[in-house]
């Protein structure tokens, strides 16, 4: 077991190995014309505004969140919106309000889905019970974005300084979801968090805290921690955040092999002496770990 689990990793290290000391292009495509997601409800609007949207796929279907100000009588506040595409993103159909009012300060939308039609959207609100509160809401459906079950709260705590952006990823098949947050250690100092669900997010495991180093996680800004990403699929689970244990905001990162059960050792993604953020994570078939920052 351990030799196999070894195996795996080793995998996911070639493919940063990889990344790090070969050249990096960039180039572009033209896609086609571009498609309004948002609907004619939200062009009515006078105040109405659509931000931060999040993506996720499904074979041709394809699934958008986003902020949306468009119930707010004056524009100043948001509820998390949803619509989905079944050729492509070719047409879209009408937007649908998820968050339902469930709590103020509705913010950061992150959405993931599985091949077997689940869809899960997560999204912070800076306003639950406690107003000094930082809190994710999640909510799903199991019928390709169709129709939604009501929000709940999937996490909580209370502090004088916020976490923000919350992530979240399914593996493609056998109904594993995962959630990473960042937790204030100090006024400066983050830690990572991840909790884990095997039954489509019916239930949760506890959070479990990866990083090794007390308080590694860095702000990402005054009073909000540290940009994260994360990627699962076929039991791997891999996690990269902004982290300062080197005196700089440097990208770091960790992985599980067993569906985020057991976490190896936090390893650095971006070089040694160059200041790197917003770290964004990609699983190959094979196994191998791709990261942009």
Known sequence: MVAKRVGKRWIVLLGLIALLT?????????????????????????????????????????????????????????EIYFARSTDGGATWSD???????????????????????????????????????????????????????????????TADWYSFKPEIAAEPTGGYVYVVINAPRTSSTYDVYVTRSADHGENWYDWQWINDVDGAGIEHSSFYGPLI??????????????????????????????????WGTDFAISPSGVTASHPHLALAPDGALYAAY
């Open 22 to 78: 070969t050249p990096v292009y960039a180039g572009s495509r033209v896609l086609g014309s571009n498609v309004q997601v948002t609907d004619d409800a939200f062009n009515q609007t006078e105040f109405g505004e659509a931000n931060r949207p999040d993506v996720a796929v499904n074979g041709h279907k394809v699934y958008a969140v986003w902020e949306d100000t468009r119930d707010s009588a004056l524009g100043d506040a948001a």
């Open 95 to 157: 937007n649908v309000n998820i968050s339902q009012d469930v709590a103020s300060g509705l913010q950061y939308p992150a959405i993931a889905a599985d091949a077997a039609g689940w869809v899960y959207v997560i999204w912070a609100s800076y306003s639950p019970p406690d107003p000094a509160a930082y809190a994710v809401y999640m909510s799903r459906s199991n019928d390709n974005g169709q129709t939604f079950e009501d929000p709940w709260m999937l996490g909580y705590h």
């Open 229 to 262: 990403s994360i990627v699962a699929n076929d039991s791997i689970v891999c996690v990269a955040w902004e982290d300062g244990r080197d005196g700089y905001m440097r990208i770091y990162g960790d992985c599980s092999t067993d569906h985020g059960a057991n």
